[in-house]
């Protein structure tokens, strides 16, 4: 269930705390072979099962960048702003993936609110958000990601 603001200055309450998780999602190779005809990004590693058994990983992996996208989608799980116009997502200043996603491994996003700050009649907030693996010690993907939130006038 998400933490719910009931408008964007409320975020500024909350800055340091932890928001909470996303649910758990399984990666499918259905869903890399998808990602990787949406990029164009068909390495080995990625779309080639037989021969990713006999690589690093011993199976497929996710992109790295697949496992960033679906940030967007963790993300209104954890955080919902209301009150507003609109919200955009409008860039990042950290990512980090530690550890690859095997294929049929389950992520889920946890996310800490690091700062909030007005900008040009916005409320802008940095979001750092942990993707994990199910029973692995090192996260996927850590992202700080930077929304920002317009007031309803």
């Known amino acids: 269930m998400a933490t719910v603001f ?12 932890h928001l909470g998780y996303s649910d758990w999602l ?5 869903r890399i072979d998808r990602f990787a005809d949406a990029t164009g990004d068909h390495q080995w590693i990625h779309v080639d099962p037989e021969r990713a058994k006999q690589g690093p990983f011993g199976a497929t992996i996710a992109h790295g960048y697949l496992t960033q ?8 799980q954890i955080i919902e702003v209301r009150g507003i116009s ?17 294929v049929n ?23 750092r958000v942990t993707v994990e693996i199910q029973g692995s010690e090192r996260p996927a993907c850590v992202i700080d990601t930077i929304s920002r939130y317009y007031p309803k006038p």
Do not use: C
């Not at 996208?69 to 209104?76: E, G, M, R």
């Open 6 to 17: 009931e408008t964007p200055a409320e975020l500024k309450a909350a800055v340091g705390k």
């Open 26 to 30: 399984e990666i499918s190779q259905d």
């Open 69 to 76: 996208s679906l940030v967007n989608h963790f993300l209104p």
């Open 86 to 102: 609109m919200g955009i997502n409008y860039g990042a200043d950290r990512l980090r993936f530690p550890a690859p996603v095997p």
């Open 105 to 127: 491994s389950r992520i889920r996003g946890g996310a800490e609110l690091l700062e909030v700050q007005e900008v040009k009649g916005t409320i802008q907030a940095k979001i």
